[in-house]
Structures are given as structure tokens and as C-alpha cells.
């Protein structure tokens, strides 16, 4: 079975700074996606960004983007020019491609992300 | 924008009763998936359909709860009867494809007495 670890349960950041979200995930899958969502005080969940483990690209998505280390299995989230509202849980997810229990999202604990201004 | 549509969006019931979540999905998507939340399992898979048909709802008591697609426009998830540990938000997500990015309902807050 697969695992997402987010070891940061709670982060805080100055308005306009960056902040780094950080992701591990344990997979044996060679092909899988991994996202981030974010989840306002609202309690909607938003997708942020979106990267297909074939790709050495990494995402990029106006201010946010990732760092993606196959190898490592790493998957961090860098937020540029925080905003406050931008403040909300983030969670990393991974997508198995294909197989057994493809499709269906395996989620992280989260991070509690404030922007203070 | 297409957005998932979950009714209702909170509910208060005392245990022992019926509880139906509804969730209409986006027009097209082929894939939707219902999720629960609570602060200590953090989100967790119930189910999943593809073109209406059940494919995992390995994360489901089976006991008490049951998802269903009447039809393409609707899927459904029940629990009867409800108990105080099934209070929880649940979302519903649907994808248009296997590996799209599933997109999220506000989810229903349910509260078991």
C-alpha cells in the first residue's frame, strides 16, 4: 500500500515571503501522479498543482510550484509571495496510474499553513 | 465553472437513524469517489465508481454503510443505522478520467448525537 507522510503539521510564514511545504511518499509504482490540494477554513478542496511521475519537469503553477525528487520520493510544494489567502491545510496526495486501487487518492495528514501579515 | 454538488451540505441526527449524502457530479466526469474526514484518520477513501459501476468500497463498513450511482447524475452513500463514530465531513469527488485530478464537493458535515 502506498504512504504520504507530510512531517510539518503546522507552518507559518510572513505575507510575501516563501514557504516550502514538505511531502515523502513510499510507493513501489512506476507510474503514479502526485498532487497537492488545498483546503481553506471553507472546507473546500482545491486542487493546487499536478505532477505525472514521467515527467523531470517539475510543475509550476503561477506562484506555486514543486520540487520533485523520483528518486527520493519527495514531492515539496513551494508557495512564492505568500499571501493570506493562501492560509489553509495543504495536502499531498498520490494517484497510483494504473493497476490494483488505481485512480483513488491517498492522502497525507496535512499542513496547517498561516500566512501572518 | 462545473462544480460537484453535495446536499446536504450539514446534518444533525441523533444515532440510529438513516443518513443519505447525496452528491451530483460534474457533467461528464466518469469517476466519482467519496471520501470521509475527521481530525484523527485524516481523509480517508470510502468508494469509488466508474461508469456508474462500483469499483473499491474495500474502505466501507459494510455493515452500515452503501454507495450507490442510480444514475449517471447522482451518486449516493448511506448509513443505517448511524452512530456518534461516523460523525465526519464527507466529501464526494469526481474525475473525467482515471488519472484526471478529481475535483471536490464542499462536502456534508454530519453529526451523529
Known amino acids: 500500500a502506498q504512504t504520504v507522510t507530510q512531517s510539518q503539521p503546522e507552518m507559518s510564514v510572513q505575507e510575501a515571503e516563501t514557504v516550502t511545504l514538505s511531502c515523502t511518499y513510499d510507493?513501489?509504482?512506476?507510474?503514479?501522479?502526485l498532487f497537492w490540494y488545498k483546503q481553506p477554513p471553507s472546507r473546500q478542496m482545491i486542487l493546487v498543482i499536478r505532477?505525472?511521475?514521467?515527467?523531470?519537469q517539475n510543475a509550476t503553477e503561477n506562484r506555486f510550484s514543486v520540487n520533485f525528487q523520483k528518486a527520493a520520493k519527495s514531492f515539496s510544494l513551494k508557495i512564492s509571495d505568500s499571501q493570506l489567502g493562501d492560509t489553509a491545510m495543504y495536502f499531498c496526495?498520490?494517484?497510483?496510474?494504473?493497476?490494483?486501487?488505481?485512480?483513488?487518492?491517498?492522502f497525507g495528514k496535512g499542513t496547517k499553513l498561516s500566512v501572518i501579515p | 465553472d462545473a462544480r460537484v454538488t453535495q446536499t446536504p451540505r450539514h446534518k444533525v441526527t441523533e444515532m440510529g437513524q438513516e443518513v443519505t449524502m447525496r452528491c451530483q457530479p460534474i457533467?461528464?466526469?466518469?469517476?466519482v469517489f467519496w471520501y470521509r474526514q475527521t481530525m484523527m484518520q485524516g481523509l480517508e477513501l470510502l468508494a469509488y465508481?466508474?461508469?456508474?459501476?462500483?469499483?473499491?468500497d474495500s474502505g466501507m463498513p459494510k455493515d452500515r454503510f452503501s454507495a450507490e450511482m442510480p444514475d449517471a447524475t447522482l451518486a449516493t452513500l448511506k448509513i443505517q443505522p448511524s452512530e456518534p463514530r461516523d460523525s465526519a465531513v464527507y466529501f464526494c469527488?469526481?474525475?473525467?478520467?482515471?488519472?484526471?485530478?478529481?475535483?471536490f464537493g464542499d462536502g456534508t458535515r454530519l453529526s451523529i448525537l
Open positions: 469527488a469526481s474525475g473525467e478520467q482515471g488519472n484526471q485530478p478529481q475535483h
Open positions: 510507493t513501489s509504482e512506476n507510474n503514479y501522479y
Open positions: 505532477q505525472e511521475a514521467y515527467k523531470q
Open positions: 496526495a498520490f494517484m497510483r496510474g494504473s493497476g490494483a486501487g488505481s485512480y483513488q487518492l491517498t
Open positions: 457533467l461528464g466526469h466518469n469517476t
Open positions: 465508481f466508474r461508469n456508474r459501476a462500483p469499483l473499491d
